[in-house]
């Protein structure tokens, strides 16, 4: 069986890049006021609750307008 001191330093990129993804993706949303679909309000929570890769994820894919 794995340590946590084994597993940690492959837990830490991924812990980065999600908070990273979230962030960016939260900066997005709140600076920009068209989407393809839904509004605002559905994009923040939608991306919050699936902070796990999916809700940003599902952000760019489905949400946010072609400039």
Same mark, same amino acid.
């Given at each position: 069986?794995? %340590? /946590?001191?084994?597993?940690? &330093? *492959?837990?830490? &990129?991924? /812990? ?5 993804? $979230?962030? *960016?993706? $939260?900066?997005?949303?709140? %600076?920009?006021?068209?989407? +393809?679909?839904?509004?605002? %309000? ?11 890769? /999916?809700? &940003? ?6 949400? +946010?307008?072609?400039?």
């Amino acid at each position: 069986m794995k %340590t /946590v001191n084994e597993i940690l &330093p *492959f837990l830490i &990129p991924l /812990v980065l890049a999600q908070f990273a993804l $979230l962030a *960016f993706t $939260l900066r997005h949303i709140l %600076t920009h006021s068209h989407y +393809k679909r839904g509004n605002r %309000t559905l994009w923040i929570v939608v991306t919050i609750i699936g902070m796990n890769f /999916v809700g &940003p994820i599902l952000y760019f894919l489905l949400g +946010k307008e072609d400039a």
